[in-house]
């Protein structure tokens, strides 16, 4: 059962990292968004690649107002949650098989 715990121990670090790294990249994108970067810098294309599939279809279900954009605070949110609770119940069930 020791396999099967530490399986689960590093999928929940590897899951954990994961979110960590998309969580900084939200931030650089939102960020950058203050500015007006140049579209041809290449740093710039890829937070644009990488973030606008998941930004996207939370823009469209939030109202506009104030010509805010609230859609990456609420993907900044569903980090967190996920590394509380994916993460987290990982983490329980790998111990309790130990």
Known sequence: MFLLSNLLLA???LVNLVLE???WIIIAGAV???VSPDPSNPLVRFLRRVTEPVLRPI?????T???LDFSPMVV????YFLKWFLVGSLRDLALSLR
Do not use: D, H, K, V
Request: proline share 5%; no cysteine.
């Open 21 to 23: 790294a998309y969580f």
């Open 65 to 67: 107002g104030m010509g």
């Open 32 to 34: 950058l968004s203050w």
């Open 76 to 79: 900044l949110l569903a980090i």
């Open 59 to 63: 823009r469209r279900r939030l109202p």
């Open 11 to 13: 999928l929940a670090n």
